[in-house]
T-cell receptor
């Protein structure tokens, strides 16, 4: 079983729709969580950190459920420019280099 | 804003050549990383450095070495390039605080012919 699992998609949704992704992690020692977006042939860029209390940044909301060991990303009022691959990233404090990347969820927004 | 700069966006090298990939960050970050990203395999850690002159092997260090003589610079060296090292190489940095996020450079797409 992979340490971090994401639905690869692709998710194909119309502009203006709300879309949600989940990411599950297997190691309960996981301590910090992030969502990154990656455009085709570009580097991953930090979208947002994920906190236990949940956090929002404009149209984006991230949630962490430690009991069920998953994080989620909700995108409201989706724009064409949201089309990208979204990577879930999990950091374990046991080792500074123990950063686990999900394989990514592809999102395509259609006009 | 954190800036992580990789010296080349695209690089074409011949089999057997020694290849240097340079990465510089301007935020005084302690930790620096080299990853490669391949379709279907995701990001894989090659080497990690937690401070100047300190390094640690990642998941796929074979065929690579690294150098960190100054805090801001982390170099990846392919001792003798091979075609299976054709890939996208991504450098990243972060503070030494546990749990801080990674900041990536814009990547080097290396082709070995």
């Amino acid at each position: 079983r992979k340490e971090v699992e994401q639905d690869p998609g692709p998710f194909n949704v119309p502009e203006g729709a709300t879309v949600a992704f989940n990411c599950t992690y297997s190691n309960s020692a996981s301590q910090s969580f992030f969502w990154y977006r990656q455009d085709c042939r570009k580097e991953p860029k930090l979208l947002m950190s994920v906190y236990s209390s949940g956090n929002e940044d404009g149209r984006f909301t991230a949630q962490l459920n430690r009991a069920s060991q998953y994080i989620s990303l909700l995108i409201r009022d989706s724009k064409l420019s949201d089309s990208a691959t979204y990577l879930c990233v999990v950091n374990q404090y046991s080792s500074a280099s123990k950063i686990i990347f999900g394989s990514g969820t592809r999102l395509s927004i259609r006009p | 804003d954190v800036k992580v700069t990789q010296s080349s966006r695209y690089l074409v090298k011949r089999t057997g050549e020694k290849v240097f990939l340079e990465c510089v960050q301007d935020m005084d970050h302690e930790n620096m990383f080299w990853y490669r990203q391949d379709p279907g395999l995701g990001l894989r850690l090659i080497y990690f450095s937690y401070d100047v002159k300190m390094k640690e092997k990642g998941d796929i260090p074979e065929g690579y070495s690294v150098s960190r003589e100054k805090k801001e610079r982390f170099s990846l060296i392919l001792e003798s390039a091979s075609t299976n090292q054709t890939s996208m190489y991504l450098c990243a940095s972060r503070t030494g605080l546990s749990g801080s996020p990674l900041h990536f450079g814009n990547g080097t797409r290396l082709t070995v012919t």
